[in-house]
């Protein structure tokens, strides 16, 4: 494992490579770099000893955001392209959104960690960052946001990175 210092650098850069990968690959390339991203995660920023808890963290944001992006995409919340390969239409959305689930999951102990400290920056952060990430991601990828959805992400994220922080705050030395 690295430095205390130089991991939370590592981790986001490790997430921003994974997020561009994603977003301007598509499923392929999200399918081959994301796990390849994550077992680096795994190796030089998580200790050995909290392996197995990353692991069921990675998993269960990979879940919230089948159930998340997957209900909104069910919705009408995105269009997508169609240049998506064959085999993805069966699926509510994207291979590559699904894989920036656990991507995104991969930062939360490591480059966000000053953030869970500060639930309302977190709960803002969350409400604007998101969004516009999302709103990056689709011009970038050719999808079609409905007028409602960054409004909905906004809630969403935000939310999210408030209960991200409340309960951060709850566990002692996670």
Avoid at 51 to 69: H, N, S
Avoid at 147 to 162: F, K, R, S
């Amino acid at each position: 494992m690295l430095s205390p210092r130089i991991t939370p650098l590592l981790n986001a850069g490790l997430f921003q490579l994974g997020w561009f990968s994603c977003v301007l690959g598509g499923a392929w390339v999200a399918l081959l770099v994301t796990p390849l991203i994550l077992a680096a995660h795994l190796g030089w920023v998580v200790p050995q000893a909290r392996r197995v808890r990353e692991l069921r963290w990675l998993g269960g944001f990979l879940a919230l955001g089948m159930v998340v992006d997957g209900g909104l995409t069910l919705a009408g919340g995105y269009s997508l392209p169609a240049t998506a390969p064959d085999w993805t239409h069966w699926l509510p959305l994207p291979v590559w959104m699904w894989c920036l689930w656990p991507l995104f999951a991969s930062t939360v102990h490591h480059a966000l960690h000053w953030l869970w400290q500060r639930p309302w920056l977190a709960a803002i952060g969350g409400a604007t960052s998101a969004p516009l990430s999302y709103y990056g991601g689709a011009q970038l990828a050719d999808v079609t946001l409905a007028d409602w959805l960054l409004p909905a992400q906004a809630l969403i994220w935000g939310g999210l990175c408030l209960a991200i922080s409340r309960w951060k705050l709850a566990q002692p030395g996670t």
